[in-house]
């Protein structure tokens, strides 16, 4: 998971105008009216011939991410074929859930800081999959409260990776004890939210916790809410893991390969995958290869 820099001059003018508008409710879901109503089938990252700036916001998402989805890392959007054309498959996600009382009242539905854009998250409308067990990101979080912030570069800095390609905050005995200490933090400190159909939601501020309980709700997050670890997605990082390790093991094998060059090299190396390419994409799960480089520089030094 990579840091998101949500600056504030990225928001695009088309979600600005749309949320000073009065003849209209401002919330998203009217926004989605107004793209499904444009009477043509529809990019959402380019919108339609007659309305391009429909798709503006999702554009800028995208871009602000380097093509990444927002929680996996993979690369979006994926795309499907209507009629020869291609169109994108990707989700805006809304951090501060759209569906609580606290969004409506403050338009965090529309607001482009709360929004990221993530892939379908295992998510197949041809197959109808309704397994949740095989659903992740945005579609396993779905209209939960989240701790783990990708806006907060110190959380991000937690995160961890191992060669078998599991993402992980701090090493836990098993997942019914982390439920069991994260259930006793919720009890104690979770601040109750109000969903619009007048349910009750618990949302853990960052902000109120210690580091250790920080840790657990991040760890949380990552094994339940977003459920970052299925078998897809392990398998995906472990082949990053493994492409890396081999490409450094080839270059340190090397006969009179210096230490000093082993450091340029993984510098360099580690420059390439935290920078986005002339397209402004980011090489899918760059952050398995990066946390990798890095790690093995520290045992050089």
């Keep these: 998971m990579r840091h ?25 879901e009217e926004l ?10 529809y990019c959402r990252c380019e919108g339609t011939k007659l309305n391009p700036e429909i798709g503006e916001f999702q554009t ?12 996996c890392n993979d690369r979006i959007p ?3 074929k209507v009629k020869s054309k291609k169109y994108c498959k990707t989700k805006v996600e809304h951090w501060h859930p759209q569906s609580s009382k606290f969004s409506d009242n403050n338009q965090l539905d529309t607001d482009y800081q709360n929004m990221f854009i993530c892939c379908m998250g295992g998510e197949s409308n041809s197959l109808g999959d309704n397994n949740q067990e095989n659903h992740y990101c945005d579609t396993a979080k779905g209209e939960s409260f989240i701790t783990l912030d990708p806006r907060e570069r110190n959380h991000i800095n937690k995160l ?26 919720k009890n104690s400190k979770a601040t109750p939210m109000q969903y619009k159909n007048g349910e009750i939601g618990y949302f853990l501020k960052a ?20 459920n970052l670890n299925t078998t897809k997605l392990k398998n995906q990082r472990a ?12 270059k340190f094998n090397k006969p009179h390969f210096l230490s000093e060059q082993k450091k340029q090299f993984i510098d360099s ?3 390439f995958f935290d920078v986005p390419n002339q397209e402004g994409k980011y090489e899918p799960m760059c952050m398995v290869k990066i946390f990798y480089l890095r790690r093995r520089k520290k045992n050089l030094n």
Excluded: H
């Design 4 to 28: 998101i820099d949500k600056m504030n001059d990225n928001q695009p003018n088309f979600l600005l105008e749309f949320r000073m508008q009065s003849e209209i409710n401002v919330n998203y």
């Design 32 to 41: 989605r009216k107004l793209i499904d109503n444009s009477g043509e089938k």
């Design 60 to 71: 800028q998402l995208l871009k602000e991410q380097g093509y990444l989805c927002a929680y």
């Design 78 to 80: 994926e795309f499907k």
């Design 160 to 185: 961890k990776y191992t060669n078998n390609g599991q993402i992980y905050c701090f090493d836990y005995d098993d997942k019914a004890t982390l439920k069991s200490e994260y259930d006793k933090i």
């Design 207 to 226: 902000e109120y916790l210690t580091e250790e309980e920080l840790n657990i709700a991040i760890q949380y997050d990552i094994e339940f809410t977003l």
């Design 239 to 250: 082949a990053k893991w493994k492409d890396i390790e081999s490409e450094v093991s080839y």
């Design 269 to 271: 190396k580690t420059q």
